[in-house]
């Protein structure tokens, strides 16, 4: 687990030299094909070598949940124990490694009338307004959710529109995913401290990938007629803020500057998910040895 731009996937092709294991990822935007400089996918050449599950399973058009994650990661993993190797989930999708370990509610699936008629009043009203519904409906979750996270709004909104129950009780109910109750996690960690040397690292990658043609890609993804920017794949940090520059509602330089903060704030996420995280074993990525630090914590289990 870490934070965007912390290693992790040079620390886990390390890992996989020294050990019998095999990657699974957790990433909700490497799970989409064609979107592959803005979510910094490994390079075919890197998969070859070490091959990453779950990633290019879905076309940007379709949605992934906490929920297909879990059900496709225990798939992974039961087929890689079954080869005598161990799984190594890599990734910074905190909800997902917290569904799978944890379990989660068995809540009523997405449905596509339900979300677009969210997203119409969306278009109207704007997702703050849309947060002040949700607070009278749940609180709970409203206090959780940020005013400005339409994807998270609009699941807590379908979720009580389909079942008239508040999201937060479903949460609270049966879980699912208790297969994996069987299964001891080993949560290892990457830190990059302080805080400055992390967003340091954030702006050199944002201008790697717009230095190998980020742009394109994001204008190659609003050709395909069956995608626009409220799509779930679209919700990845940096895709939005260049769709709307080449939409013409921003410039170059507006939009590299709100892509550079939306991912400083996703990194804060996934610090603030990691610091709630029983059991974390924490390495400092900065460290040259970090890959024997973590090698000597596996090589005794």
Excluded at 279 to 296: E, M, R, T, Y
Aim: glycine share 6%; net charge neutral.
């Amino acid at each position: 687990m870490g934070p965007t731009a912390s290693g992790k996937t040079e620390v886990a092709i390390e890992l996989c030299r020294r050990f019998p294991l095999a990657v699974i990822s957790v990433d909700s935007a490497l799970v989409y094909r064609g979107m592959d400089i803005g979510t910094a996918k490994p390079d075919q050449a890197t998969l070859r070598k070490t091959p990453h599950r779950l990633i290019d399973i879905r076309d940007p058009e379709d949605s992934y949940s906490a929920g297909d994650f879990v059900r496709d990661a225990m798939e992974e993993m039961k087929a890689i124990f079954e080869s005598g190797r161990t799984p190594l989930l890599v990734g910074g999708t905190m909800m997902y490694f917290r569904s799978l370990t944890a379990g989660m509610a068995e809540m009523p699936p997405a449905d596509a009338e339900v979300r677009a008629a969210i997203d119409a009043e969306a278009e109207e009203r704007g997702w703050p307004a849309l947060h002040e519904e949700l607070r009278r409906l749940d609180p709970v979750a409203a206090q959780r959710i940020n005013p400005n996270d339409s994807q998270r709004i609009q699941r807590a909104l379908e979720v009580y529109r389909l079942s008239g129950r508040a999201l937060s009780a479903w949460q609270e109910s049966t879980t699912v995913g208790t297969a994996a109750a069987a299964i001891r996690f080993e949560k290892l960690a990457l830190q990059v401290e302080p805080r400055s040397l992390l967003h340091e690292r954030i702006a050199l990658r944002l201008e790697r990938m717009l230095d190998t043609g980020f742009v394109d890609e994001v204008r190659r993804l609003m050709r395909r007629p069956g995608l626009h920017r409220e799509s779930p794949a679209m919700r990845a940090v940096g895709y939005r803020q260049f769709w709307a520059h080449l939409a013409g509602e921003c410039s170059f330089d507006e939009a590299r500057s709100r892509a550079l903060a939306a991912t400083r704030q996703l990194a804060k996420r996934q610090i603030t998910w990691l610091r709630s995280e029983n059991g974390l074993k924490p390495f400092d990525a900065l460290d040259s040895g970090v890959a024997d630090a973590i090698s000597g914590v596996l090589a005794v289990r």
